[in-house]
């Protein structure tokens, strides 16, 4: 079957500019992360949402970034204001409801000029 | 504060020989752990998880091994392949204070293994 696709795979932006970050869980997954990985470090957790609504919001480094999950499937993570400390790979994972080990994408990776 | 700590940036294996990956972590609250392998340019892949009713885990030529009294987990690969060569992650998740499992992974820094033909 197919895994986490994430959409797009580079995006570069102006620094005070406004992008949005796709991913796509695998069918049937009920639980979506959103984590960040600046080069050297492992992946850093951002969000969880099971189901529609967000259970852990508490990695959002700010009120820049917000994130939704409609319809409990596709998700976009959203930053308003980007800065150039927000340059890193945005992954996404899905998993089913946890603890289970968590499915990855292939990352967008962000660079904010 | 690293709650989840891999102490070894590198590690170079022959081919063929044992490969250990180690992990350290400091929160209590912690009581599942997975290991994932990441390429360039791609996501992390799971490789294998434990939980912490439990003290090893095999699946293939990957072993976890948990000694939860040390909070110290490992990843042993055997034989080593050069397909192997990868940074590895060990990765944390727990219940939190009203007993709720949650889903946050916390990971280490990664460790770089290059497993030499």
């Known amino acids: 079957g197919a895994g986490v696709s994430q959409t797009p795979s580079n995006k570069v932006t102006e620094k005070g500019k406004y992008v949005e970050l796709r991913c796509d869980p695998i069918?049937?997954?009920?639980?979506l992360y959103w984590y960040r990985q600046s080069l050297g470090q492992g992946p850093e957790f951002l969000i969880y949402f099971q189901g529609t609504g967000a259970a852990d919001d508490s990695g959002l480094p700010n009120d820049r970034f917000f994130a939704v999950r409609p319809e409990g499937s596709v998700s976009t993570l959203k930053i308003q204001r980007t800065e150039r400390g927000d340059s890193a790979v945005y992954l996404c994972?899905?998993?089913?409801?946890?603890?289970?080990?968590?499915?990855f994408g292939p990352g967008t990776r962000l660079t904010v000029l | 504060d690293q709650q989840v700590k891999q102490n070894s940036p590198s590690l170079s294996v022959q081919e063929g020989r044992i490969s250990i990956l180690n992990c350290d972590y400091t929160n209590s609250m912690f009581d599942y752990f997975l290991w994932y392998k990441k390429y360039p340019a791609e996501g992390p892949t799971f490789l294998i998880s434990i939980s912490s009713i439990k003290d090893k885990n095999e699946d293939g030529r990957f072993t976890v091994f948990l000694n939860k009294s040390a909070k110290h987990l490992s990843l042993h690969i055997v034989p080593s392949q050069p397909g192997d060569s990868a940074v590895y992650f060990c990765?944390?998740?727990?219940?939190?204070?009203?007993?709720?499992?949650?889903?946050?992974?916390?990971f280490g820094q990664g460790t770089i293994l290059t497993v030499h033909p």
């Open positions: 069918s049937g997954h009920t639980a």
């Open positions: 994972a899905s998993s089913f409801a946890p603890p289970r080990e968590q499915f």
């Open positions: 990765a944390a998740s727990g219940r939190n204070a009203g007993g709720t499992s949650y889903g946050k992974l916390t």
